[in-house]
């Protein structure tokens, strides 16, 4: 099975490269230089990373002087929770590893987990207690989207509330980034951090976007890119390939082919449940990502129906993107009251805007056939 016939049903891991930036990327590889540089190689590259940062920041309501360029997501979660001097920092149980590591390995005993529902959403009342109870100033963080099974927050609430109590707010809007809409002014929060390579971008590029005056450090120190936020050369054709993708969904209108797959996840999921009704799909009571489902198939485990997939050339994943290829157990629906065994069953099923009702039927029989296969045998 060539990848050219496989389905690709793994978006949230990373989006497939949009030819528009693979042309660009072509185009301009021949770019070399240092952006920092006083010449006229230095300055091209200087004017590409401008040029992306204006697009960025009028793509997701911010200032150009409040959009920073880091690798990763992962790195612009970091610089928010180690970056802000906050006595105090409150994240949900659902956060990813990026935001729970990274409290616990580096503030271990000044934080508060507030527990998530059923559904996944946050404890609004555990919420309130910790703010209220929390010494000043504290740092909330709080995702948009979550990566696993697509629940969304209900923001406006959170982010009133922290108000209410004088906290910052940072939200990783990693995987609401270019799916639903988002801007940074009005969700009100105060830093924001998202990556490239969900945004059909090359990976290697995060963006932090921080409100003006925030009594910010860097982790590091060098040559003062970035306004000394984020320092080290930038990568700058990178850069301007998520400017060129920022360009392309704007214009081809990305939300509305995301929201044209809500049906088609609808339909898929109707159809399995029909046939399998003890089929359990965390979150589904709650407003998702359009194009996310997270299915735990009964007794069957994970890593057994991934193994499956791939070999019918299906593209799914269990969760997150663990880079060291284990399945643990999700976090997420732990966190959220499902039992280890039934969490050790769940896949990650998350469409790119061109998955197509085929694929979306080949994926439903796929399962079907795993389920048939394997249910009560594993
Ligand atoms: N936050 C969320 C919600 C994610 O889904 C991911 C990646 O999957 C990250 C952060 C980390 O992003 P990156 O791969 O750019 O470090």
Not at 285 to 295: A, K
Request: with cysteine; proline share 5%; hydrophobic share 40%.
């Amino acid at each position: 099975m060539s990848i050219e016939t496989s389905i690709y049903l793994d978006c949230n891991a990373s989006a497939p490269l949009l030819q528009t930036v693979s042309d660009f990327v072509r185009e301009n590889l021949h770019h070399h230089g240092n952006p920092s540089s006083q010449h006229s190689f230095g300055r091209k590259l200087k004017g590409m990373i401008e040029n992306a940062r204006l697009k960025i920041a009028s793509f997701f309501g911010a200032q150009p002087q409040e959009v920073f360029f880091t690798s990763t997501a992962t790195e612009s979660n970091a610089l928010a929770l180690l970056g802000l001097p906050a006595k105090h920092y409150i994240v949900s149980a659902v956060e990813h590893s990026s935001v729970l590591d990274n409290i616990h390995n580096f503030h271990p005993k000044n934080h508060t987990i507030v527990p998530v529902d059923h559904d996944g959403l946050i404890n609004l009342q555990a919420l309130e207690t910790a703010l209220k109870t929390a010494p000043s100033p504290c740092l909330l963080s709080i995702m948009i989207a979550n990566n696993e099974t697509g629940a969304l927050q209900p923001m406006e609430t959170i982010i009133q509330l922290a108000k209410q109590y004088g906290a910052w707010v940072h939200t990783d809007a990693v995987q609401a980034a270019g799916k639903v809409p988002l801007n940074f002014h009005d969700l009100q929060v105060d830093t924001m951090a998202f990556c490239s390579h969900k945004l059909g971008s090359l990976p290697g590029v995060g963006v932090l976007i921080m409100k003006n005056n925030l009594p910010f450090s860097p982790l590091y120190t060098g040559g003062g890119h970035e306004r000394g936020v984020r320092h080290g050369t930038e990568n700058a054709l990178a850069i301007a390939a998520l400017g060129k993708a920022v360009d392309y969904l704007n214009t081809h209108n990305n939300l509305s082919s995301f929201e044209k797959k809500r049906s088609l996840r609808n339909t898929m999921e109707e159809e399995l449940f029909k046939q399998v009704p003890d089929l359990i799909i965390p979150s589904k009571q709650v407003h998702r990502l359009p194009n996310t489902s997270c299915l735990c198939m009964p007794s069957v485990h994970n890593s057994l129906q991934m193994m499956n997939f791939d070999l019918a050339g299906i593209a799914v994943s269990t969760g997150s993107a663990c880079s060291s290829g284990k399945v643990k157990a999700s976090h997420v629906l732990l966190a959220m009251g499902y039992s280890e065994e039934i969490a050790k069953t769940a896949i990650r099923v998350s469409m790119t805007p061109h998955t197509t009702e085929k694929d979306m039927r080949s994926f439903a029989n796929c399962w079907l056939k795993i389920y048939k296969q394997h249910a009560h045998k594993a």
